[in-house]
């Protein structure tokens, strides 16, 4: 019986698109203020948009999963994050129509995920603290795609501490320079699990 739980477990594990976290983070680690980004960097929102909505397969689109805080800072005029699924977790009993899907826990979020896997080529988990947290803290943890912003920014929400396990590796999609906007120099690293 618990051999079968596990078996089922894994599988479903081994099925699901892997969880990619997307997050940028200045110097002393924060990501928001005031429920906004700290700062306006017109070529790191292109490289987010571009990492979390291109596909290989064209018929298929990717999942950005967010806090309901996330949802609610993005502005409507991009609400939802256009051609790829958004999906908003929140313990309430919220309704956004066909903007997006709402779930009550990560757990719930993976079900629903997985239900529509065929659809889905990239699962993005983009805020904020608490689920980067979850999500690297579970077994559906895949990379994490992490802008260095290269300043220190006044910020009231941080990113989780990057568990020790974790290593960086070099992603060809990604520019492996430095880059830099109104002065402000920042890199694209990407981590994965040891
Ligand atoms: N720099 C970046 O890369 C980046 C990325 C994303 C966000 N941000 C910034 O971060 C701030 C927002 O992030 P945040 O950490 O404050 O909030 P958040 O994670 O976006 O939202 C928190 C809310 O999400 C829901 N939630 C969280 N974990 C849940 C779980 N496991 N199950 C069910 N619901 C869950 C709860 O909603 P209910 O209260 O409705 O239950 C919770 O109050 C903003 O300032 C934003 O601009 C920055």
Redesign the pocket.
């Known amino acids: 019986m618990a051999y079968r739980l596990l078996h089922r477990y894994y599988s479903h594990v081994n099925m699901l698109p892997k969880l990619e976290l997307?997050?940028?983070?200045c110097e002393n680690m924060g990501?928001?203020?005031?429920?906004?980004?700290p700062w306006r960097l017109k070529t790191e929102m292109a490289f987010f948009t571009h990492m979390t909505t291109d596909t290989m397969d064209k018929n298929k689109k990717n999942v950005v999963l967010?806090?309901?805080?996330?949802?609610e800072?993005i502005p409507k005029k991009y609400k939802p994050l256009e051609n790829r699924i958004n999906i908003v977790?929140?313990?309430?009993s919220?309704d956004y129509g066909d903007k997006a899907i709402t779930?009550?826990?990560?757990p719930h979020a993976i079900e629903v995920i997985t239900e529509m896997q065929n659809k889905i080529e990239r699962v993005w988990v983009?805020?904020?603290?608490?689920?980067y947290k979850?999500a690297m803290e579970s077994p559906y943890f895949g990379r994490l795609y992490l802008?260095r912003i290269k300043k220190e920014f006044e910020c009231?929400?941080f990113f989780p501490p990057i568990p020790n396990d974790f290593v960086l590796i070099k992603d060809p999609t990604v520019p492996q320079d430095i880059q830099e906007e109104k002065g402000i120099k920042f890199v694209y690293e990407v981590y994965e699990k040891k």
């Open positions: 997307i997050a940028a983070a990501i928001g203020i005031n429920g906004d980004l967010m806090g309901r805080r996330t949802w800072c977790l929140t313990s309430q919220l779930c009550k826990s990560i983009i805020g904020g603290s608490n689920i979850a802008t009231d929400t």
